[in-house]
Every structure is written in C-alpha cells, then in structure tokens.
C-alpha cells in the first residue's frame, strides 16, 4: 500500500529565516505529486506541483520555490519567510496519467512569527 | 479560478440528510470531494468524472451535472462520523485542482 510521510509536523520559525519541508511517498512509482497551503479556517491553495524529476509547475508567485531530486521525494523550500507564509502545508500525491483522487500527507503547522 | 460551494456552514441531526453544492465557471473534467476533520489532513471521498464515472465512499453519494458545471455531494442519513469540513476539488483536464473555501458540517446526536 501506498503511504506519504511529511516533517516537521509543526515548525515555529522567525521571520527571514529559511524553510525546508520534506515529503516522501512510499508504495508507487512517478507519482504526480502536489504541495498546498491552507490558512486558518479556509480552503486548499495550489502552490506546486509535479508530474516528474525536476518538473515544476508553480501556481502561486510568491518566496516560496519547490524541487523534487528523486521520484518519490517532494521538498518546499523558502530562502527568507514573510509572516503571511504561516499555515498549515499539505503535501499530496495521485497516480499520473488521468483523474485520479489525491491522497494528502499529514501536514506541516508553520507559525512565522 | 476557485469553485462556489453552498452553504458554508450545516447542522444536522443524526440521521438527517443535507445536501452540498458545488459550481465552477469554468469546463470540468472531474470533479473531487474531500473531507477534513479539525486538524487534520483532508481525506478522498469521492471523484466524478466527465461522462458520468464514479469512484468512492459507500455511504456517500454525489452528482456531477457537466453542462452546468455543478455537483452536489448527497449527506443520507448522517452520522457523527459525518461532522467536519467537506471541499469540493475541481479539475478541468490538467491534474490540478482548484478547492472550495469549504461547507462545515456538524452532526449532533
């Protein structure tokens, strides 16, 4: 079966510092994979996403930039935060080739203060 | 462009049934149904693609109109499983989907 792994589960940083959030996927193979954020009491933003190796597609502009260095591996990074970079980060992945349901990581809680 | 889910909020009793609304502006493929439960992860309910397939949760049903790009999600006969935020997902042909701002339901015994 397949499983997505995500750390930190929670992560207060200061402003200006940087970020690096891990997402794995186990069980599958090219996965599309996906990187949202959701704000408190809201709905999911499309940040990232990614249907390859070093294939990016980035939805929002922002100081936020995503690779993926291995099929299976997923990472957010940010080289200086801003306060409204605060949420909660979801990683997801679905099968490739289609419609397929998204099957989401357990999160990461960021708190920029 | 973010789809328009009705109502945004939903108190049942168990054993009621609601009913959530969806509508994108925009062509759809498919569109996803999701729930989350406070402080967690969303978790897939349910999928309807274009030309009337489905796939997912027994006990829920949903319905994807393709000319008005709408679908409800169909809540029978609640339980307090039920409760938390439901988000519909809409997708119009290129893997990404774009979320509702989320129907909060709570189920009460």
């Known amino acids: 079966s397949q499983t997505i792994h995500q750390w930190p589960a929670t992560l207060v940083q200061p402003v200006g510092s940087p970020l690096s959030l891990e997402c794995t996927v186990e069980g599958t193979s090219n996965p599309n994979l996906y990187w949202y954020r959701q704000a408190a009491g809201r709905g999911l933003q499309l940040l990232f996403y990614s249907v390859g190796i070093g294939q990016i597609s980035s939805e929002v502009p922002q100081n936020l930039s995503a690779s993926r260095p291995q099929d299976r591996q997923f990472i957010l990074s940010s080289k200086k935060l801003l306060l409204s970079d605060s949420g909660f980060y979801l990683c997801?992945?679905?099968?490739?080739?289609?419609?397929?349901?998204?099957?989401f990581g357990p999160g990461t809680r960021l708190t920029v203060t | 462009q973010q789809p328009v889910q009705s109502p945004q909020a939903v108190i049942l009793r168990e054993g009621e049934d609601a009913v959530i609304n969806c509508s994108s502006s925009k062509a759809l493929y498919s569109v996803h149904w999701y729930r989350q439960k406070h402080g967690e992860a969303p978790v897939f309910l349910m999928i309807?693609?274009?030309?009337?397939e489905q796939k997912g949760h027994e006990k829920i049903s949903a319905s994807f109109n393709e000319k008005k790009q709408q679908s409800s999600l169909y809540l029978t006969a609640s339980q307090l499983s039920y409760s938390g935020t439901y988000f519909c997902?809409?997708?119009?042909?290129?893997?990404?989907?774009?979320f509702g701002a989320g129907t909060t339901v709570t189920v009460r015994a």
């Open positions: 997801a992945w679905s099968r490739g080739q289609g419609a397929w349901e998204q099957y």
């Open positions: 309807l693609l274009k030309g009337g």
């Open positions: 997902g809409t997708e119009p042909g290129d893997y990404k989907l774009s």
